[in-house]
């Protein structure tokens, strides 16, 4: 007989609630069976979409309960190093969304914990690896039709922000995912960043928008990295990998050219959700696969300290000018 995983959830805001609803309606042998949430009317709301789901008065609960198999962290970055040291104590695999914790020590401190354990446990939500089209442009690189990998462009481009986008945001929520594409990709570390300031862009109010950055790898590849926040046209990412042999592109993801009256047109998608939301079904229900026989693959603790180290380097480079230098350390083994 088929395992029915049970899954907790820790944080039901917008995004836990939209992994919730993959788990009910698209992962096959998967329920809710708990959630939490320091508000009480979101927790409430969240339950009432799963019949066989809890509310569970705090993370430290949820994760205790015997009708809890794995635990899926949505809560905001702060909280998210308690939750997760308290589930691999627990020996429940986890799967918790973009930061990994809110500063390169509880990242180590994360680290340290699943290093004891001798096993992963924790997958972090970095999704643009489950995108068909990176997905493909990874298998391009991998089966050396092109050559080493030598420069890689990513371009990530927002119509606007929320008011509450404030500060570095730029760099540390939004940056971050062309960190981890720059790191898979190109299959090294960042070892020194600069990021630049263009001129402001006069719907941006008080943000650094757009970027620029460079990232030098420790295999000397390169990737730039351009931000734009405050774009107006839409949600629009791009990215190309320059060769030895070759190179491959993101294509574009209109699925119809329309040609009429002398000119010729494309969609352009309006939010990040709607471009990225098969990148997100693919994510959730590999995770369950995996934490339904006791582990986790995909992006690993190491790799959201990895991140968390080139967005604070960035974030200085930034405020700095200067070409800020990285030592992340030796990757423990369970994560090579």
């Not at 508000?39 to 609960?61: H, L, T, V, Y």
């Not at 693959?297 to 967005?311: C, N």
């Amino acid at each position: 007989m088929t395992k029915i995983l049970k899954v907790g959830v820790i944080g039901t805001g917008m995004i836990g609630q939209e992994h919730m609803r993959r788990i009910i309606d698209l992962v096959p042998n998967a329920m809710v069976t708990g959630v939490t949430d320091t508000n009480a009317d979101n927790a409430k709301q969240a339950a009432s979409k799963a019949p066989n789901a809890k509310i569970f008065d705090n993370a430290e609960q949820l994760i205790a309960s015997e009708d809890v198999d794995a635990v899926l962290i949505c809560s905001w970055g702060g909280a998210h190093e308690e939750a997760i040291l308290f589930a691999l104590a627990a020996g429940k695999p986890i799967f918790c969304e973009k930061p990994l914790a809110d500063s390169q020590a509880a990242c180590q401190r994360i680290i340290e914990a699943e290093v004891k354990l001798g096993k992963r446990l924790l997958q972090v939500g970095y999704m643009r690896r489950y995108d068909p089209a990176y997905k493909a442009m990874k298998d391009t690189i991998d089966s050396g039709r092109i050559g080493a990998p030598l420069i890689f462009h990513s371009v990530h481009r927002n119509a606007s922000v929320p008011d509450h986008y404030k500060g570095d945001m730029a760099i540390s929520d939004t940056m971050v995912h062309d960190i981890d594409v720059s790191r898979w990709l190109l299959d090294a570390e960042v070892a020194r960043v600069r990021v630049v300031a263009a001129k402001k862009n006069s719907r941006g109010g008080g943000l650094r928008d757009p970027l620029m950055a460079l990232l030098e790898m420790d295999n000397k590849a390169l990737a730039s990295v351009e931000i734009s926040v405050n774009i107006d046209y839409g949600y629009d990412i791009q990215g190309e990998i320059s060769a030895e042999k070759g190179s491959v592109s993101l294509g574009e993801t209109n699925k119809v050219i329309v040609k009429s009256q002398g000119h010729f047109e494309g969609e352009i998608f309006t939010d990040w959700m709607l471009r990225f939301v098969e990148a997100y079904d693919v994510e959730i229900a590999m995770w369950a696969e995996a934490a339904r026989a006791g582990g986790v693959t995909g992006p690993s603790a190491w790799d959201g300290y990895a991140i968390q180290a080139v967005s604070d380097a960035a974030i200085k480079s930034a405020d700095s000018g200067d070409v800020v230098e990285l030592n992340i350390g030796e990757k423990p083994s369970i994560y090579l």
